[in-house]
Nanobody
Framework: QVHLVESGGGLVQPGGSLTLTCAAS????????MGWFRQTPGNEREFVASVSSGGTTKYGDVLKGRFTISRNNYKNTLDLQMNNLKPEDTAVYYC????????????WGQGIQVTVSS
């Protein structure tokens, strides 16, 4: 079983920066994709960014180059560098790990609040 813990959230002013970190522990398999999603009250969870164990990255269209995702396969960590934050980035951010090949798996972190406000 994989356990994911997010850290680094909080309150930031518009235009500011934050880095979220997700630490993975437990029986971590190879060939996984790790990513970030976010959710606001009453809305579905939205894809933010992902990175494969091989380093292939994908980003949600709404980010427009403001966020950068990276992972350290040796430390089993995932980072999301968020720059030029906007009030609409306010959400609970979730870390996800998944594996599409057998044996498949999906794990989610508990989520962390990011609030962008002056």
């Amino acid at each position: 079983q994989v356990h994911l813990v997010e850290s680094g959230g909080g309150l930031v002013q518009p235009g500011g920066s934050l880095t979220l970190t997700c630490a993975a522990s437990g029986a971590i398999p190879g060939a996984t994709v790790m990513g970030w999603f976010r959710q606001t009250p009453g809305n579905e969870r939205e894809f933010v960014a992902s990175v494969s164990s091989g380093g292939t990255t994908k980003y949600g269209d709404v980010l427009k180059g403001r966020f950068t995702i990276s992972r350290n396969n040796y430390k089993n960590t995932l980072d999301l560098q968020m720059n030029n934050l906007k009030p609409e980035d306010t959400a609970v951010y979730y870390c996800k790990m998944s594996r599409a090949v057998t044996p498949t798996m999906t794990a989610w972190g508990q989520g962390i609040q990011v609030t962008v406000s002056s």
